[in-house]
């Protein structure tokens, strides 16, 4: 199975080549514009692979929740690749990917959504499966609440920048955390590549970012209204 992956849900975006069991990335950490080494890396990547893009399987991309600019890269690339190709896309879920840096088979994944707000969701990994029970949702990190019954790991940025209003039903419930994971472009293809053997692949034109969230910026009133300056 062969299958290019792109993650820009957040700065430190990256790209990686799946080649049956073997996965090389590269991470575009430290540009400003992603946008204008993303589509050298991947000629990169392909031609060290001695792979026509048209050999591909499939182009995954993390389709969010996360930077709203970045989704739109990510997902305008891989569709933009995979009409001149003709190969089908997989949009995968940034809050799964990283749901594969935690420990254990019970992970709760939240990240920093700006504006106060963190995205949020939980899973059962089983291997390279992350196997939704909370569905990605947006709320304030004192709304978090974990599914009910067993101990989590926590992944994300929500548990650094956060920290102080998780509430604290969550935090005594978690086995461990990694706040500092960020999604990578190996996970969006191996959680791809179960999505390719079950037939799961999108016609390009209809592959959409997972915003979560439709909303880029507070009002004046809505800053104002929580403790910020107009």
Not at 122 to 136: C, F, K, L, M, S
Not at 148 to 167: D, L, N, Q, T, Y
Request: hydrophobic letters at 45%; proline letters at 6%; charged letters at 20%.
């Amino acid at each position: 199975m062969k299958i290019l992956a792109i993650e820009t849900s957040c700065e430190r975006a990256s790209v990686a080549l799946l080649v049956d069991d073997d996965i090389v990335e590269h991470r575009l950490e430290g540009h400003a514009n992603h946008s204008e080494y993303l589509l050298p890396t991947l000629r990169a990547l392909l031609g060290n692979a001695g792979l026509p893009i048209a050999t591909l399987d499939a182009i995954a991309f993390g389709a969010g929740p996360g930077a709203f600019t970045g989704l739109r890269l990510a997902c305008g690339v891989a569709q933009g690749l995979g009409m001149g190709a003709g190969i089908g896309v997989v949009p995968i879920c940034s809050l799964a990917a990283l749901a594969l840096q935690g420990e254990g088979s019970t992970v709760f994944v939240a990240t920093d959504a700006r504006m106060g707000e963190v995205y949020s969701a939980a899973y059962r990994v089983d291997g390279e499966q992350a196997i939704e029970v909370q569905v990605p949702a947006c709320s304030p990190p004192q709304h978090l609440a974990l599914p009910a019954g067993e101990r989590w790991f926590g992944v994300g940025s929500a548990f650094r920048v956060h920290e102080a209003g998780i509430p604290a039903s969550v935090t005594a419930r978690l086995s461990g955390r990694n706040p500092t994971a960020v999604p990578r472009a190996a996970d969006i293809a191996r959680l791809a590549a179960g999505e390719v053997r079950e037939g799961r692949l999108l016609a390009p034109e209809y592959a959409v970012p997972l915003y979560v969230r439709d909303k880029v910026a507070l009002t004046t009133a809505e800053r104002l209204a929580r403790g910020g300056r107009a």
